[in-house]
């Protein structure tokens, strides 16, 4: 099964995270398909959509398609997305 989830890459107390496209039997950390986004979890941007970046239309095609986003990443693109 295909799913999209965060995927930490920061430095100690700064994370930071990417949004993959990855085999659900892979690590986290470990090889995925495709980014199609990051989220800055400390929040230095001003607005909701700096703190979150996602390319939206590959989100759609990857949920069309079968992939199942991890929850998280599920309401912080209903939070700022409203999708």
């Known amino acids: 099964m295909v799913v999209i989830r965060l995927s930490r890459c920061g430095?100690?107390?700064r994370p930071k995270?990417?949004?993959t496209v990855a085999d659900s039997r892979r690590s986290a950390k470990g090889r995925f398909i495709e980014i199609i986004g990051q989220y800055d979890?400390?929040?230095t941007g001003?607005?909701?959509k700096d703190v979150f970046k996602i390319d939206i239309e590959k989100y759609k095609?990857?949920?069309s398609q079968g992939a199942q986003p991890s929850q998280t990443l599920r309401s912080l693109v209903k939070k700022?997305?409203?999708v």
């Open 11 to 13: 430095t100690k107390h």
């Open 17 to 19: 995270y990417r949004v």
């Open 41 to 43: 979890a400390m929040g």
């Open 46 to 48: 001003t607005d909701k």
């Open 61 to 63: 095609k990857w949920v």
């Open 80 to 82: 700022v997305y409203s």
